[in-house]
C-alpha cells in the first residue's frame, strides 16, 4: 500500500553551520528495511531540492532503526546569515512527511495516524 | 558497591525556562546540576554588546534568574552546579553567585570560574584554515569580533577537584558540561575513550534539556506527550561505565521513551560513528536502548574513539545587515494582492536603489517556511502575510527594507492589514566560521572564590 512517510517514521532536523541533518526514524523494526529500501539520499534530495543546495549523505543506524541525512548548503548560508524565517531550520524535517513510501499490507498494524 | 551518580539538566538554552530547574533542585535528588546558556553566537554577540555598553557585565542575562531559582535546593540537598553562564566574564559570574550564597546565608561555599578560552587576540596566530571553505583565517582580520575554543571536561573536572560547588565557564562542549561531574566521580582517564565515549553520548542526551523529555517531539495523533505545556527536564542516572538511565520527574508532563531518545541523540549529529568533542570521538551506531520503566530508558553501549589532536575555534566576524517586514492580506484575493504587493516591493527596491546581497519575498501562509520546495499544487489560503527581507552590507541599506514597508499601508493596495512597527526592523549580522587550534596551545585557567 501506498503511504506517505508521516505513517511510518518520525524525524527531527538540527543544524551545524550551514548544515541541517534530517534524522529518519522508523516506527518499528519491521517498518525499517522499507523505509531504508525506498529513502535514498538522491531521493530526499530531490524531495528537498530548492532548498539543500549541496551534497546529501545518508548514515544508517539499523541498531535504531534510523536513517540519518546531512544535507549541506540548507541553512541559507548558516543561521546568522539566513534570511528564511525558520533560520535554524527546525521545520526542515516536516518536508519528508509527505515522501511516498510502499509498504507491505502486512505491516499495516504498525503504521501510526491512519 | 556500585556507586549512581544523578545528574540533572538546568537549561538547554539562553531562553529556556526556569521553572523546571527548579523542580529538577528541589525534587531530583541530584548529585550535579548542569547549565547549557549559549548559542553558536552568544561569545560574539556578548562582545558586540559589551562594546557599546560597558555596564553590560558579560555573561548570561538569565544569571540571577537561574540562580535565585535553583540555589536554595541545591544547597539543602548538596547538588553541586556546573554551568556555562559566564559567557565572557566567568570570573564576574561567580563574584555575582558569590553574591547570591552570601544573601541565602551560605558561608564557606567554593565558586570556580574557568578562562582561558577567549582566544580572539591570537586567534590568527593560533590557526591557520577556515573549515567552512578551506581559505586562510587570516582573511577574516578585518571583520573579526571575537574568537574562541571549545573547551572540554577536564578543566570542570579540575575545578571540582579543588573543592568548588559552582563551577561557571565560558564556551565549553555541551555534552562535556554534563560529562565533567561523571569524570571526577568516577575517575575516569582523560584518554579513556571507551568510558568517555559513553559519557559524553549521555551528554549528548541532556544538552538538549525537554527534547529528550518531550519537547520539539509532540505530533498529535502520531507522536503524543501528556501535558505538553508542563515539560521537565532531564534526569541522567550514571554509572561508572557510562551507562545510564535518562528520566524525568515524576508528576510532570512529556515522556521519556525510546523515540525522544532516538530523536535526541541524533539531533545535530552527522557522521554518528564519528561525533568529535573535545573529550573523545562519540560512536553512537553500537548504541543499545531499552525502555526500564514508565518515562525510563537506560541507554548502553555508546562507545567510543580516542580524541583529536585538535579543539574546535569559533570565529565572529561583523558580516552587515539584516533588514525584515511584514504586512498582511485576507479573504478571497488575498494571494491576487499578495503577489501585486510583491511587484510592488521589487519595483520600490530598484527606485531607491537598494543594495543587497540578497532579498527574499516570501508569502507566509503558503512558502516562507519550506520555501522553493512547497508543492506546487498547494493549496490557496485564507490569508497571507507578504514577509520581505534584505542583507546588505550597510545599514542604512537594510534600513530601506523597513522604510518601503511602511510605505504599503498609504501607498499601498487594497485591504492591506499592517501594524506600526514596535520591534527594531534591521539588525546586525554575526557570522560565525569554524577553526582548529592544536590542543597543546590552549592552557585553561581556573580562579576559585569563596561565599
Known amino acids: ?114 | 558497591m556500585a556507586k549512581t551518580i544523578r545528574i540533572g539538566a538546568g537549561s538547554a538554552w539562553w531562553g529556556d525556562r526556569i521553572e523546571p530547574a527548579a523542580l529538577n533542585a528541589e525534587r531530583g535528588e541530584l548529585d550535579y546540576l548542569c547549565f547549557e546558556t549559549m548559542a553558536e553566537a552568544t561569545i560574539s554577540a556578548a562582545q558586540v554588546r559589551k562594546r557599546r555598553d560597558p555596564t553590560f557585565p558579560g555573561y548570561d542575562t538569565y544569571l540571577d534568574d537561574r540562580m535565585v531559582a535553583v540555589l536554595p535546593a541545591c544547597l539543602k540537598h548538596g547538588t553541586k552546579i556546573v554551568t556555562n553562564q559566564g559567557w565572557i566574564n566567568p570570573g564576574g559570574a561567580a563574584q555575582r553567585i558569590i553574591h547570591w550564597l552570601r544573601h541565602f546565608g551560605r558561608k564557606g561555599i567554593k565558586v570556580a570560574a574557568i578562562d582561558g578560552g577567549l582566544i580572539t587576540d591570537r586567534v590568527l596566530e593560533l590557526t591557520h584554515r577556515i573549515l567552512e571553505n578551506g581559505r586562510p583565517t587570516a582573511t577574516l582580520s578585518e571583520s573579526i569580533v571575537s574568537a574562541e575554543v571549545y573547551l572540554g571536561a577536564e578543566p570542570i573536572v579540575d575545578a571540582l577537584r579543588l573543592g568548588a560547588h559552582v563551577v561557571v565557564c565560558g564556551r565549553v562542549a555541551d555534552p562535556s558540561i554534563f560529562m565533567a561531574p561523571m569524570m571526577y566521580e568516577f575517575g575516569w582517564d582523560p584518554l579513556d575513550h571507551r568510558r568517555l565515549g559513553a559519557g559524553n553520548g549521555v551528554g549528548h542526551l541532556m544538552e538538549c534539556g525537554a527534547q529528550v523529555t518531550g519537547g520539539y517531539f509532540a505530533d498529535p495523533g502520531f507522536k503524543d506527550v501528556p501535558e505538553p505545556w508542563n515539560l521537565a527536564f532531564p534526569i541522567a542516572e550514571v554509572e561508572e561505565d557510562g551507562s545510564a538511565i535518562i528520566t524525568k520527574t515524576a508528576g510532570s508532563g512529556g515522556a521519556v521513551n525510546l523515540m525522544t531518545v532516538k530523536e535526541q541523540l541524533l539531533y545535530e549529529v552527522h557522521d554518528p560513528a564519528n561525533y568529535l568533542t573535545p573529550d573523545v570521538v562519540v560512536d553512537f551506531t553500537t548504541a543499545k536502548l531499552e525502555a526500564a520503566g514508565h518515562d525510563r530508558v537506560r541507554v548502553t553501549n555508546i562507545s567510543g574513539k580516542p580524541r583529536t589532536p585538535t579543539l574546535k575555534v569559533s570565529i565572529g566576524c561583523m558580516e552587515g545587515f539584516i533588514g525584515e517586514d511584514m504586512f498582511f492580506y485576507a479573504g478571497p484575493g488575498a494571494l491576487r494582492r499578495a503577489q501585486l504587493a510583491r511587484k510592488i516591493l521589487e519595483e520600490r527596491f530598484r527606485i531607491v536603489k537598494l543594495q543587497a546581497d540578497e532579498v527574499r519575498i516570501d508569502f507566509l501562509g503558503l512558502n516562507a517556511i519550506h520555501g522553493a520546495m512547497t508543492p506546487q499544487d498547494a493549496p490557496e489560503p485564507y490569508e497571507i502575510a507578504v514577509r520581505v527581507a534584505a542583507r546588505t552590507r550597510e545599514r542604512e541599506e537594510a534600513i530601506k527594507v523597513g522604510r518601503e514597508v511602511d510605505g504599503m499601508a498609504v501607498s499601498g493596495i487594497a485591504m492591506t492589514g499592517k501594524r506600526v512597527p514596535h520591534q527594531d526592523r534591521t539588525r546586525e549580522i554575526i557570522g560565525v566560521w569554524s577553526s582548529l587550534v592544536p590542543r597543546e596551545k590552549i592552557v585553561p585557567a581556573i580562579t576559585c572564590y569563596e561565599s
Do not use: W
Request: glycine fraction near 10%; hydrophobic fraction near 40%.
Open chain 1, 1 to 114: 500500500m501506498k503511504v506517505m512517510l508521516q505513517h511510518v517514521a518520525h524525524c527531527r532536523s538540527g543544524d551545524k553551520g550551514n548544515t541541517s541533518n534530517i534524522s529518519v526514524i522508523a516506527y518499528s523494526p519491521e517498518l525499517y528495511p522499507h523505509l531504508k529500501a525506498q529513502l535514498t539520499a538522491d531521493r530526499l534530495k530531490a524531495h528537498y531540492a530548492g532548498v539543500v543546495a549541496g551534497r546529501v549523505t545518508r548514515y544508517e543506524v539499523d541498531g535504531l532503526d534510523a536513517l540519518n541525512f546531512v544535507a549541506e548548503g540548507a541553512l541559507g548560508g548558516g543561521v546568522s546569515r539566513s534570511l528564511c524565517l525558520d533560520n535554524y531550520g527546525k521545520a526542515l524535517s516536516s518536508r519528508i512527511l509527505a515522501f511516498e513510501l510502499d509498504i507491505p499490507d502486512s505491516l499495516r498494524h504498525h503504521l501510526r495516524g491512519l
